[in-house]
């Protein structure tokens, strides 16, 4: 840390188009604080800034749908997802909104410079143009069938029931979704990005430079550098974002992704009149928190876009997270199968802390990780309540019980090596956890303090001293103990003083080493403790003196507290409703949609002349004995009764078909089934799978033709 004088962190800008969810929580919020807490309590000079991103198709759709215009998305969605980050605890310094004037001017006059400096190319090309709406259309605003699936709600860029990355001239059946059009093909001018051109710096500066990098996302830039990049558009047809600042660019704004990065930018400013130190000083440390979908932005185009600009300092990292699951299956907002934050909020009121460890103890670092319900509650009793708070509650309860409610002495006359060994592993652990910390390695940190815990857990359990003030109460009352005797009660309190006191010193620890992952569970410990703030500064961790002998400190409180299954049901209960929700509405895929069977060769008339259909009514049904698929018919042809064995008993009961009219080939040769004769065969339709009689719409006589 010591080359860096301030540093810069950035969270991705969330959508404005609905609440935050679990999954991103755990791809950047979480994570990013996490570092935040800890540079704040190391004394760095840090700014933690972030807001919604409120341009781009995502917002115009969601008007689209809710029927209100774009702004009062953004202003909707906006507050929701700010409350939500501030309930969570995220602890950002501004956040801010790419609407906001100061943004627009900034995002204007970056696509100025770059324009003026001759770094963009303009083209003509053919887009998506709705000839009712008259206005292009991005891939978002084009939907049709997808082919892969059969969904027919696809969009033009991906279809979200099976994940399919598309295109228009893929869909089925496009139409536009502002007018239900068929969109057709249009020339339009835009100003471009000539990416390729920065090709030999990205390859030096990221591929030889950062391979310090997770792994997840260099493999994912040099794959990209690999391939070659291509110019590629910075401007849009649209009538909702920042305009472009040229006289020839009517009905044209800025792209999304040149638009949303420089949002960074602005919020920088708008925190603080001294922005420029953390953007172009090159002694600051720029670090983007973001998610794996946000990778090539942030590591190839963005940093393109400060190099070709000048004067901007480029990240020192992009710690990327993967992706989380919920349940086994893909976090959806389009299918709600999500847990979102504001629900949480309010199903866990004052359980913040219960989310952001079991999401940094599953966190996807380096590969997809999954949420579950159940999951939840087993880290929570067992680690958090049984072993973190267990510790802490045993350890308040006891210097209550056994010392006054006062930080007892540690006698140097009886201190042992299992002491002095407990009493080092403070020290130790803070090594670790910064190590962990520095490295973007989260599970691994908050799992070094857990450990820390669980040995605090094992001292305190070899130490018994709670045995030791039963010995010395029986002493005192005059009665014979077994192992002790009266000239050993000075040992035996000072032992129970040092147990305590190791614990208790162990226990402030704990609170400085958690404050960056569990700050609300930090200040309770403070409150416990009746210590102030400021024995959080991180140099204070791995001190053996955080409490003063003979200091009086509170009552204690649990720190976490059970969870019982029936509040885990009832959140599984929700999740299965919403799944149920989404079969119902779900088209066919394409598993589900059998293909249609080619026709067969063709005959001559005369040949389908042979065959004698005729109308029969079932008189009688019976299952096959020993064969699963057969039922034995006997059918009424008017002039005569048949029997027929037929392949439908996985699809029909006997008695459900009793009177039923069919269409029967009755002149087929009989043919032996399961020793039963078959005189003639019932004509089916197969559906996907399911089978359908053929049979006349209204009741006529048995044995009448069909011709």
């Known amino acids: 840390m010591g080359k860096f004088n301030r540093y810069l962190i950035t969270a991705a800008l969330p959508y404005a188009n609905g609440p935050v969810h679990i999954g991103h929580l755990a791809g950047c919020y979480i994570p990013a604080d ?3 807490r800890y540079l704040r309590a190391k004394k760095a000079d840090v700014k933690f800034v972030c807001g919604t991103d409120e341009h781009g198709v995502p917002i115009t759709i969601k008007a689209m749908k809710e029927g209100i215009t774009p702004q009062d998305v953004v202003d909707k969605y906006h507050k929701i997802i700010g409350d939500s980050f501030a309930a969570m605890g995220i602890s950002f310094d501004i956040f801010s909104r790419t609407s906001n004037q100061v943004h627009h001017q900034t995002a204007s006059d970056y696509f100025l410079k770059m324009y003026n400096d001759g770094l963009f190319e303009e083209k003509e090309s053919e887009q998506f143009y709705d000839p009712k709406a008259n206005m292009f259309l991005a891939d978002r605003y084009i939907i049709g069938t997808c082919p892969h699936c059969g969904n027919d709600k696809a969009y033009g860029d991906q279809c979200e029931k099976c994940g399919n990355s598309l295109s228009p001239d893929e869909l089925i059946n496009p139409h536009s979704a502002l007018s239900d059009a068929v969109p057709v093909k249009k020339k339009t001018k835009h100003w471009y990005m000539p990416l390729q051109n920065y090709e030999p710096w990205l390859n030096e500066w990221l591929i030889e430079g950062h391979k310090e990098w997770k792994n997840n996302v260099y493999g994912q830039c040099k794959s990209w550098l690999s391939s070659g990049l291509q110019s590629r558009a910075m401007t849009r047809d649209s009538n909702w974002g920042i305009k472009v600042p040229l006289p020839d660019a009517e009905g044209k704004v800025l792209y999304v992704w040149f638009d949303a990065p420089i949002g960074y930018i602005s919020a920088t400013k ?35 876009m400060l190099k070709a600009h000048g004067g901007f300092v480029l990240p020192d990292n992009v710690p990327a997270n993967e992706f989380l699951n919920l349940e086994g299956d893909k976090i959806s907002t389009s299918r ?4 979102w934050v504001n629900d949480y909020i309010a199903d866990f ?7 952001r460890y079991v999401l940094t103890a599953t966190a996807p670092e380096t590969k997809d990780n999954d949420f579950t319900w159940k999951d939840f509650q087993t880290r929570n009793n067992s680690e958090l309540s049984g072993n973190f708070s267990n510790f802490v509650y045993r350890t308040m309860v006891l210097m209550h019980k056994l010392c006054g409610g006062k930080v007892p002495a540690l006698h140097q006359d009886v201190v042992n090596e299992e002491d002095r060994q407990m009493l080092a592993e403070f020290a130790i652990a803070k090594e670790k956890i910064e190590k962990a910390i520095e490295t973007y390695k989260f599970r691994e940190a908050l799992a070094e303090i857990m450990a820390l815990s669980t040995k605090g857990n094992q001292y305190m359990q070899k130490n018994e001293p709670w045995i030791l003030a039963k010995a010395i109460e029986k002493i005192n009352k005059g009665e014979t103990h077994d192992k002790y005797t009266a000239a050993d009660l000075e040992m035996l309190q000072k032992r129970i003083d040092i147990c305590l006191h190791v614990c208790l010193q162990l226990t402030a620890n704990l609170a400085i080493l958690i404050n960056p992952f569990l700050p609300f569970t930090a200040k309770k410990m403070l409150h416990m403790l009746k210590v102030v703030e400021k024995m959080l500064d991180w140099e204070n961790a791995g001190s053996e003196k955080l409490l003063s002998v003979g200091y009086s400190l509170r009552e204690p409180e649990m720190l976490f507290a059970r969870i019982e299954d029936d509040v885990i049901n009832a959140q599984l209960a929700k999740l299965e409703a919403t799944k149920q929700q989404n079969i119902a509405a779900a088209p066919a895929t394409a598993e589900e949609i059998k293909p249609i069977a080619p026709f067969k060769p063709e005959i001559q008339f005369d040949d389908f002349a042979k065959l004698d259909l005729r109308v029969g009514t079932i008189i009688k049904a019976e299952k096959v004995e020993k064969a699963d698929k057969l039922l034995k018919l006997l059918v009424d042809i008017g002039s005569e009764q048949r029997t027929v064995v037929s392949g439908i008993a996985m ?9 039923k009219q069919v269409t029967l080939v009755t002149n087929l040769a009989p043919r032996k089934m399961r020793g039963i004769e078959s005189q003639g065969m019932i004509l089916m339709a197969e559906d996907n799978g399911k089978l359908v009689f053929v049979n006349p719409n209204e009741s006529v006589t048995p044995g009448s033709g069909v011709a």
């Open 349 to 355: 009121p004052d359980q913040q802390d219960i989310l």
């Open 270 to 304: 708008e925190l603080t009149e001294n922005w420029a130190d953390y953007w172009c000083k090159e002694d600051t440390k720029l670090v983007h928190f973001i998610g794996k979908d946000n990778i090539v932005f942030h590591c190839i185009i963005f940093p393109a």
């Open 34 to 36: 996490i570092y935040v």
């Open 336 to 339: 709600n199968w999500a847990v």
């Open 651 to 659: 699809h029909f009961k006997p008695e459900d078909i009793v009177g």
